[in-house]
């Protein structure tokens, strides 16, 4: 977001002496060459053996400032400077750390003028912050972050005849969408993080998104600016009647600009615009008499002159119709040299894609997540739109005739589209693991040339990484020559970083050879700011300078990036740190059996504090329930990267157990979080270790402990349950075990399935095909009717379901608080009885998801033994061991609504298109809803945790229950049955209850 202050300039041009970039010293070595770095106490000692190991701890710099605090305090500022908040905030989507004194989260534009005060006051640097999405470091700072996402995030008005929106800095992209959807309108620019971005953001780097061809850059698209100077002074940017720039506040500034700006007008003819995605540096092409206009020479600043506090932004009109043509090539550099020639059929957007970021898709997500794309190890996504639905699709059998590629293949289904438009969106994420194998890291994402340099820019960039022993997976807006890469720079290495700065001086040489640009809508940042030079002359460099006093002499705004950067290679934060090694739970052998490795595959992109809903997933609950920072997958991550970080690990520090303590444990981040995070894993390894040998809170051994006492119970059911409704004794039960009182206790079976089974099931043995049955701990305690009716089910399709001889666990409520010793001998004694059916052949069904996603999942990572393997391989829920089933036929469930509740884990490990596609064969209508019901097991048992585990379900559980009174609730999950029955009292029932109430045609089973 745009950040920085402003400052009523003294007369004149400014101070020669100031003018001068720091950059431009001859004293001062050239920072695109290598050279010795500032030392940065909070990374690694470069005079140790190996700087890839961090240092002992020692005090950090930005240690919280008492008088910082009481001043701020003074003013009524929300202001957070305890560790938990400064590990979240120390780092965004890039490469950077630097811990901030604090964060202050304002409520107006006067809590901005209070912090700039404060500021000013203490000579304290500031640093705006919208999302937090940054991917080169232009969002962190060594002083007070202001984090405008929390609460001045929303649309002030929308004007729908003059097509234009006032909104506060910190209004999610997708949120001004949904406002401007109403009036059939939108705001062009849609960065592929649009789910959680900020316009403020936008405006800050300027960004632009992959629909750029149709819409423009930011810029293009902001009216009118509100801002805030570093002297406290207001300044307003917009349009008059007749379209021309105005400025309103401080024109004494406008003056020093114009003054400046004299001095230097062959520099902004001839180096600035020379094509569309040229951002790099200040945008001072609009400072020129003939055009001047300070709206648009703000847009791109990155923080560094002025503390946006609204905008006015112009919307559009969405086209009636879009159609995707993916183009299919050889290799990205021929995709490359495709792309100009695409563009000549006016395509809203034109994207580029390697195969290798494709193949990730594949891998993580499956084969199946990936549409059909035509022939090739590159791709061009091509959209086309209009709103002559004829004449788009002409132009795209024009396009895909045209002979640009000879393997194409025209997609005009949205529903078919959007997966394919989701890889691009997640390719951030995706590419954070390189084709080495390697973690892969932002700091050269972000480059583009002109267009019709293209392919050979990507030949010449490859030869380069060769070069330089690098690997990627490039993508990108390939219609305007930006290319987006992470690269697997060798941070393990004892050289990493000279090796890192050496990589991308030769990188600016390479894009400067071609007229290019560091950076094409992410901002320059701290990774390239440095580098400027090699891009323009010391003129302009001059220039930027001059800007930057008017603006901001004192340097309070985002110092270190675009004027006196830092050099590239400062703060880079490391992933090798030191081995987490003694008690330890998970393997996490993708990460070289390392916590610290795991938890520094997030990236920052952020995925986790949008509503993802809307695309079918779930990630992160916590966060829209309560909309901070610490309950996102992202600020957990950060807070557990800050742990490790030092010789010491503190696994009971009370900022670790704070931000993990919302988390649901939903497993969603496994699936949706685009670089693989496994939340849940970490949290259980953490309490694992913090509590292993110590006491422990009451909840892990009631609720961890459960299917022991359900065993318990279920000697005497009819007792426990009397015992529970005895007046004041549920209540009081329920405290002993740390529940929530308001939770209802749940009804004992009268008859397990287990005792069921050996009085009556067995004895009704058919002869058919051996199915073995994974009746876990909740459906044999709790729910034995889905059971009874899974054995019926299978029995009519032509199988003979087969139960263990002893009840077996798989451990789940162990693993969910951190009793992985015990989880892992349990889960040793599970698999190794399961393994002998799959050694016979038998296939393992599982009816709770939960417990079927261990056997499928985490068994592996908790054992890591051929056992768990072999069981993994052969565990099935229902709807996929039915679907494998040639001769099988649903029951009609035509005309049956149905409002499908799947379980979170059910959604990340197995997924759940089997489920899916099973229930349209059948007929039945079906509403499958996104999002976790909110009582995720244990978690919305817990004292503490109700009002979360409601505000969850309230996002999307509750308001569709309540829409479709009389629909089929349809939830296999025993928490998710529990949780709609606590809070709506409604029956909810199993696949196999569904399906066992219609009639179904039993065929010769086919194994």
């Known amino acids: 977001m745009l950040d920085g202050n402003s400052r009523t300039p003294a007369s004149g041009p400014p101070d020669p002496a100031r003018q001068d970039l720091a950059q431009q010293d001859p004293a001062r070595p050239d920072p695109a060459q290598p050279g010795p770095a500032r030392p940065d106490p909070a990374r690694p000692d470069p005079a140790r053996p190996d700087p890839a190991l961090p240092a002992p701890a020692r005090p950090d710099p930005a240690r919280p400032d008492p008088a910082l605090a009481a001043a701020l305090h003074r003013h009524g500022l929300e202001f957070r400077d305890d560790p938990g908040t400064r590990a979240m905030y120390a780092t965004d989507a890039s490469l950077y750390r630097i811990p901030p004194l604090g964060v202050v989260r304002p409520r107006s534009a006067d809590d901005v003028l209070a912090t700039l005060a404060v500021c000013r006051e203490l000579g304290v640097p500031l640093t705006s912050r919208g999302a937090g999405t940054s991917v080169a470091g232009n969002a962190i700072g060594r002083g007070v972050v202001l984090d405008f996402s929390r609460h001045m995030n929303r649309v002030l008005s929308i004007d729908p005849q003059a097509r234009t929106a006032v909104v506060e800095p910190g209004t999610v992209q997708a949120a001004l969408q949904a406002r401007a959807a109403a009036h059939g309108l939108r705001f062009g620019p849609d960065p592929s993080t649009h789910t959680r971005c900020t316009i403020g953001g936008m405006i800050g780097n300027n960004a632009c998104g992959a629909r750029s061809l149709g819409y423009g850059r930011t810029s293009d698209n902001v009216a009118g600016l509100e801002l805030v100077t570093a002297s406290g002074a207001r300044i307003g940017t917009g349009y008059d009647q007749a379209g021309r720039p105005t400025v309103t506040g401080d024109t004494g500034l406008v003056t020093g600009l114009q003054d400046l700006m004299a001095g230097f007008l062959a520099v902004g003819r001839t180096e600035f615009d020379r094509f569309g995605r040229q951002v790099s540096g200040y945008a001072v092409q609009h400072l020129l008499p003939e055009r001047f206009d300070l709206g648009q020479a703000l847009v791109g600043s990155e923080g560094t002159l002025g503390v946006l506090t609204a905008a006015t932004v112009r919307l559009v009109r969405d086209p009636a119709h879009r ?34 970021l494709v193949d990730v898709v594949r891998t993580r997500r499956g084969a199946d997540r990936v549409p059909e794309l035509p022939d090739g190890r590159a791709w061009l996504f091509v959209e086309l739109a209009g709103d002559d639905r004829d004449e788009v699709m002409d132009r795209a059998a024009t396009l895909a005739g045209s002979g640009v590629s000879a393997r194409t293949r025209i997609v005009d289904d949205p529903a078919v589209a959007a997966p394919l438009w989701r890889i691009r969106e997640d390719g951030a994420g995706l590419a954070g693991i390189a084709p080495s194998g390697k973690r ?85 940042g701290r990774a390239r700011s440095a580098l400027l030079p090699t891009m323009y002359s010391p003129e302009a460099l001059r ?139 970490y949290k259980a390894e953490v309490l694992h270790r913090a509590y292993k040998g110590r006491i422990r809170p009451r909840a892990h051994y009631s609720l961890g402990w459960l299917p022991r006492w359900a065993r318990l119970a279920g000697l005497a059911p009819r007792l426990a349950n009397r015992a529970a409704t005895l007046p004041g004794i549920g209540r009081l039960m329920l405290r002993a075990a740390g529940v929530d009182t308001r939770r209802s206790v749940p009804t004992f079976a009268t008859t397990p399935f287990h005792r069921w089974w050996r009085r009556t099931g067995a004895a009704a043995a058919t002869g058919g095909t051996p199915v073995l049955l994974f009746t876990d701990s909740f459906t044999d305690g709790f729910s034995p009717a889905a059971a009874q009716a899974t054995v019926e089910l299978l029995r009519r399709a032509g199988f003979e379901p087969r139960v263990p001889q002893q009840q077996l666990c798989c451990g789940l409520t162990w693993i969910s608080t951190g009793q992985l010793d015990a989880a892992r001998r349990i889960l040793g004694r599970t698999t190794a009885e399961l393994a002998a059916a799959t050694a016979a052949g038998i296939p393992i069904v599982g009816l709770e998801p939960s417990c079927t996603a261990v056997l499928r999942s985490d068994a592996v990572e908790l054992l890591g033994t051929d056992d768990a393997r072999a069981v993994a391989g052969n565990t099935f829920t229902l709807a996929e061991f039915l679907a494998r089933q040639d001769g099988w036929t649903p029951p009609d469930l035509s005309g049956v609504t149905v409002v499908a509740q799947p379980h979170c884990h059910h959604h990340a490990v197995m997924g759940w298109s089997a489920d899916r596609e099973l229930l349209a064969r059948a007929g039945a209508s079906v509403r499958a809803l996104a999002g976790c019901c909110g009582l995720a097991g244990n978690f919305g048992v817990e004292a503490g945790h109700y009002e979360v585990s409601v505000a969850v379900a309230e996002q999307n559980l509750l308001p569709a229950l309540d829409a479709d009174p009389d629909a089929v609730v349809l939830a296999d999950g025993f928490s998710c049955r529990t949780q709609i029955s606590d809070l709506r009292g409604r029956p909810a029932v199993h696949l196999a209850e569904l399906l066992l109430d219609r009639r179904v045609t039993a065929p010769t089973a086919t194994g």
């Open 323 to 356: 159609v995707m043509v993916a183009l299919g090539f050889d290799d990205i550099v021929a995709a490359g040299e495709a792309a100009p020639r695409v563009v000549q059929y006016r395509p809203t957007a034109c994207e580029g894609l390697d195969s290798r």
């Open 440 to 524: 892969a890291w932002a700091g050269w994402e972000d480059a583009a040339v002109p267009p019709d340099s293209l392919g050979a820019y990507l030949a010449e960039f490859d030869e380069l990484l060769a070069t330089h022993e690098l690997t990627s997976a490039p993508f990108g807006h390939f219609g305007e020559g930006c290319i987006h890469v992470r690269l697997d720079f060798p941070f393990d290495r004892a050289d990493g970083t000279t090796a890192f700065r050496e990589f991308l001086a030769a990188a600016a040489k390479l894009v400067a050879k071609f007229g290019g640009t560091l950076s094409g809508e992410h901002g320059d």
């Open 543 to 681: 220039l930027f300078g001059g800007v930057k006093a008017i603006f901001d002499p004192d340097g309070l705004l985002n110092p270190g990036v675009l004027v006196d950067p830092d050099p590239v290679e400062e703060s880079v934060r490391f992933t090798a740190e030191l081995p987490l090694v003694g008690s330890r739970g998970f393997r996490f052998e993708h990460d070289g059996g390392d916590l610290g490795n795991a938890v520094h595959r997030c990236t920052g992109v952020g995925k986790c504090r949008a509503d993802n809903s809307g695309h079918g997933g779930l990630m992160c609950p916590s966060y829209l329930a309560t909309r901070e920072e610490k309950d996102s997958t992202r600020g957990r991550a950060r807070v557990l990267q800050e742990m490790i970080r030092g010789e010491r690990t503190d696994w009971r520090a009370p900022e670790v157990h704070e931000a993990l303590d919302l988390c649901l444990s939903c497993k969603g981040c496994t699936s949706d979080c685009p670089t693989g995070i496994d939340m849940p894993a």
